[in-house]
């Protein structure tokens, strides 16, 4: 033992030992790595900080200009309908692949034999590495032409509600199509997260709920997915940070336009398809007002994040982690 | 309620893998069965297949018959499920539900398949099932604090009201002592003794003096050597096991010669 620690030892290590305290490696060696660590988690805290007054810098123009030169009329005008129509793809997005994602994560877990249940698991992950331009490309080529039979008979037998007010939009380019084309980008997120955690909840805790006469499902509810709340509740918030700030697949997709109630016509905005269309051709107070618009989706991104991060702590006590 | 189990010419398989072969064992009713033996020898297996819970294992599958009362538990049509809320079954580490207090802990078993149960009702059941694991004076104060939150000791018996709580006919509790220390042992092997009144128990355990202490038979499983199957050496009641064995394995084993 003590030949081999001698002899992987660093010759340049010049330290004197004792002869009863063992080797405790090379000191250098220490400082310099819990320096990088250092560095790197400094770093990180930096390039947040840039960023924010980055952007808080750019957009001050927007809040001192004279209102008549914005878009407008008034910054806030500007801003709501981008809020709302962002809201909306995402929540649309949500809907569907929070109960699918989580579905699919337990079949992998917990339902479908081993074998089966690998290959179901790396064809979700290819999923995620396909590049959003040709979810986008999917999306307005074939998606949204497929679709406005569906959206007709929407606006035909649910016109009543606003929601689905006709006419429907004949090329399929609305909110909705946006909405479900960012749903299925974000469901490898949230299925290989969540298949993550399920797959880790205790064995011993699975049998405690089977052994008392639990069924399949019964101990799905009784082990797995309080142990998992936590974990889902992350998994969903960061499928949403990912739809809030989706660009291409939103700008392909949507025929933008006013913001609209109903989620099958033309019509609403995102952000990030906002910024991303008017960028190339934007100088000056246009130039603020788009990066001012990235700013209050940065605040809105970070509001998610916190909201997340309480919810995930109010259940510490009851985490299974004590 | 307390039900006999006999078992006959049973196998346990995990997939191609012979692992325990050809017991016969008839356990009385309102008594305490210790199995003893190496690791390794399936003991804890063949404790598994009296409730069903080995099939939680892919590719586990038995021969041979498991009757309680003389209903084969294997029989055709039979759901795994229903058999395991007759037959309880307390782990080798304590493990109450962790997002669940103690009260809820008690009941989950009760809550199960829907059924409904009033508050006074649940009340009386929880008490009634914490007195009867020993459990209700330390912890009557605080039943809707988290149950993991209890000693390692009282986090099994927690278990054990849990498991006595659904009205099982069988307790089956494999190595319930193994992760504790020798005070919560005590306190356990003493609830074991009271169990008995009302319940068939079977457990198993790797603490010899244990299984003198607390069990009316003693069943001891070996096995000739890796690979291949566990089988029951010995079933006798516990004083001949340990002082007067018919096998010379036995005799060894109960010894300390091997394992």
């Not at chain 2, 598994?48 to 590719?59: A, Q």
């Not at chain 2, 209700?136 to 604090?145: C, H, P, Q, S």
Request: charged residues 20%.
């Amino acid at each position: 033992m003590s030949i081999s620690a001698d002899a992987l030892k660093p010759s340049g290590n010049k330290r004197t030992q004792t002869k009863d305290l063992p080797d405790v490696g090379n000191p250098a060696a220490d400082k310099i790595f819990s320096g990088i660590s250092l560095a790197a988690g400094i770093l990180i805290l930096v390039v947040l900080a840039a960023v924010a007054i980055f952007l808080v810098a750019q957009a001050l123009p927007v809040f001192t200009a004279d209102s008549e030169d914005l878009t407008s009329g008034s910054f806030l005008k500007y801003i709501l309908p981008l809020t709302i129509g962002t809201l909306i793809a995402s929540t649309i997005a949500l809907l569907l692949a929070t109960p699918i994602g989580i579905g699919v994560a337990l079949f992998i877990s917990h339902y479908a034999p081993a074998r089966l249940s690998k290959g179901i698991g790396y064809v979700i992950d290819l999923l995620a590495a396909i590049p959003s331009v040709i979810f986008g490309a999917w999306g307005a080529s074939v998606l949204a032409p497929k679709i406005v039979p569906f959206y007709d008979w929407l606006a035909t037998y649910l016109g009543f509600l606003p929601i689905f007010e006709g006419p429907a939009s004949q090329t399929g380019k609305t909110i909705l199509t946006a909405g479900i084309v960012l749903g299925i980008m974000i469901l490898p997120i949230i299925t290989s997260m969540c298949r993550e955690i399920f797959i880790q909840t205790p064995k011993l805790q699975e049998e405690a709920a089977l052994g008392l006469g639990a069924t399949r499902w019964e101990m799905i509810r009784m082990t797995v997915f309080p142990f998992a709340r936590g974990g889902i509740i992350s998994a969903v918030m960061l499928a949403l940070g990912r739809a809030l700030g989706e660009t291409m697949a939103v700008t392909l997709v949507l025929a933008s336009g006013p913001l609209t109630a109903s989620l099958i016509t033309s019509g609403n905005q995102t952000f990030a398809s906002e910024i991303a269309l008017n960028f190339p051709e934007a100088y000056g107070l246009r130039m603020s007002e788009l990066i001012a618009a990235g700013l209050v989706l940065f605040v809105i991104t970070l509001i998610v994040n916190v909201i997340a991060r309480l919810i995930v702590s109010r259940y510490k006590e009851f985490s299974g982690a004590n | 309620m307390s039900k006999r189990i006999d078992v006959e010419n049973l196998n346990v398989y995990y997939g191609d893998f012979l692992a325990v072969e050809d017991v016969n064992m008839a356990i009385e009713p309102r008594s305490v069965t210790a199995f003893i033996g190496p690791s390794g020898c399936g003991k804890s297996t063949f404790l598994r297949t009296l409730n069903r819970m080995h099939e939680v294992i892919s590719g586990a599958r038995v021969e041979g018959k498991v009757l309680l009362d003389g209903d084969d538990l294997y029989g055709k049509g039979v759901d795994p499920v229903v058999v395991r809320s007759q037959i309880g079954m307390v782990f080798q580490r304590p493990n109450p539900f962790p997002t669940m207090s103690i009260r809820e802990n008690v009941l989950a078993g009760v809550k199960l398949n829907n059924r409904k149960i009033s508050k006074t009702d649940a009340d009386e059941l929880v008490e009634n099932s914490l007195r009867g694991a020993n459990l209700w004076n330390e912890v009557k104060g605080r039943l809707d604090k988290p149950g993991s939150g209890l000693s390692g000791g009282q986090q099994q018996r927690l278990c054990i009201a849990r498991s006595i709580a659904v009205k099982p006919d069988v307790i089956l509790m494999d190595e319930p002592c193994s992760a504790l220390d020798p005070i919560s042992t005590l306190a356990v092997e003493d609830l074991i003794n009271e169990l008995k009144e009302e319940y068939t128990v079977v457990i198993v355990t790797h603490n010899m003096q244990q299984a003198a202490r607390v069990s009316d038979k003693t069943a001891f499983f070996n096995i000739a050597g890796t690979g291949k199957p566990g089988k029951l050496i010995e079933y006798a009641p516990t004083q001949e096991i340990f002082n007067n064995p018919s096998e010379k394995s036995t005799e060894d084993y109960v010894s300390g010669r091997f394992g």
